[in-house]
């Protein structure tokens, strides 16, 4: 829930920014020792495999009582985001968190390390997609859930009654530098001796709070 926070926040103060000065751009100096050099210093960009963080069901504005253990993130953050635009941010803050917790779980069980900010980025992508107004009172709606023991207990028999996931995690696994590179399959990028029930009680009892 704090890093959902955190995400909201950095959007909205980006938001605000960007009101404050719309037609500025800030481009930063060269030290002159280095503006000699800049023009022929090699690019680096991340290659983005076709299905990388991508949903694959629309499932509408459901509620948390309505999310299955098949449902990915991507699929959950993109309901999230149908319920923000009907103006249903309660929803939006419940299955947001369901999202997050359920891609921690996916980053834990995958073998390829360099996928952990991938539940960060899908929740970046979606509020970075949400006009500001709705933007705040989603932030709203999301420090009420924190706040609320009530809704955190609710949260908590949401979570409790899906479990942890049961699909397999393409989304993620094609996100990493493994799939990007051709290592990657759906035989070795698992865990073996992962034990996903104890990690999701332990998530549960430590990240969410729940008894």
Known sequence: MNQLITAL???L???TTLAQAPNQLVVPALPSS???TAASAPTFARVQVLGSLEPTLD???IAGSQVLPTHAPPDLFLAAFRCVMTDQFDRAARLMTI???FGQFDVARLTDRTV???PTVLARRMVGQVPREKLTALLTATRAAEASAALNAELCADLQRVGPPAYYPRYLVLHGLAAASGQSTPENSLKASFDGPAYWAAYLKGAV???
């Open 59 to 61: 499932l509408g504005c």
């Open 13 to 15: 103060a980006h938001l």
């Open 116 to 118: 952990a900010a991938g």
């Open 99 to 101: 999202a997050q917790a």
């Open 209 to 211: 709070r729940c008894p």
């Open 34 to 36: 280095a503006s000699a």
């Open 9 to 11: 926040g950095l959007a």
